[in-house]
């Protein structure tokens, strides 16, 4: 079946301009992840839904970064006022059921962001 | 909260050599434990996982990894490496207790020359 697939691929923006980046999860999948990488860093989380729904926005790095989910399906991240050091790949994940033991989480190609 | 440290960020290898990449976690309680890898432009795709039972767990394309507890360890091997393993590595953990995140290790980028 299909993966979970993310879009745009790539998005080139200039600094202080908003982006969305868009998710869509596998179907059936009720958990959705966001999560950032850095040049030459691990993955940071940024936000967990379970549903529509947000328990967990823990990661997310300022009041700049938002998410939403609709439909227990597509999710979108926005970033408003884009800085530099915004510039990362957005990865999206997805899993059948929230942070259940050993269930493995699905990820998506990634959005690569550049911001000049 | 939970962190993972992989030793190495970057390994080069001839083809047939073995393979040991390292990763320690810091957390107190149970985990499950995660190797993840990303080839060459494609997606993170699980390699193998452990969550109970046998420490030492068997993943795809040949590797396998060893859960040593009182070391606090998880390292992935693979006896001979072949130039398709060129890929970068991700260990994860996540604490076995209801709801938890994953949490990465920065990764170790594995070159095989042919």
């Known amino acids: 079946g299909a993966g979970v697939s993310q879009s745009p691929s790539n998005k080139v923006t200039e600094k202080g301009k908003d982006v969305e980046l868009r998710c869509d999860p596998i179907s059936g999948h009720t958990a959705l992840y966001w999560y950032r990488q850095r040049l030459g860093q691990g993955l940071e989380f940024l936000i967990y839904f379970q549903g529509n729904s947000a328990p967990d926005k823990s990661g997310l790095p300022s009041d700049r970064f938002s998410a939403e989910r609709t439909g227990e399906s597509v999710s979108t991240l926005t970033i408003q006022r884009t800085q530099q050091e915004d510039s990362a790949v957005y990865l999206c994940a997805s899993s059948v059921t929230p942070g259940a033991t050993a269930l493995e989480q699905y990820f998506g190609p990634g959005t690569r962001l550049t911001v000049t | 909260a939970q962190s993972v440290s992989q030793h190495n960020h970057h390994v080069i290898l001839s083809e047939a050599a073995s393979l040991e990449l390292g990763c320690n976690y810091s957390?107190?309680?149970?985990?499950?434990l995660f190797w993840y890898v990303q080839y060459p432009g494609q997606h993170l795709q699980l390699l193998l996982k452990?969550?109970?039972?046998?420490?030492l767990v068997k993943g795809i394309k040949g590797f396998e990894a060893e859960f040593i507890k009182s070391k606090f360890s998880f390292n992935l091997r693979k006896p001979s490496v072949q130039w398709s393993d060129t890929a970068e590595y991700f260990c994860a953990v996540k604490p076995n207790s209801g709801y938890s995140t994953l949490t990465f290790g920065k990764g170790t980028m594995l070159l095989v020359s042919p």
């Open positions: 957390y107190g309680g149970t985990v499950n």
């Open positions: 452990y969550f109970s039972g046998d420490p």
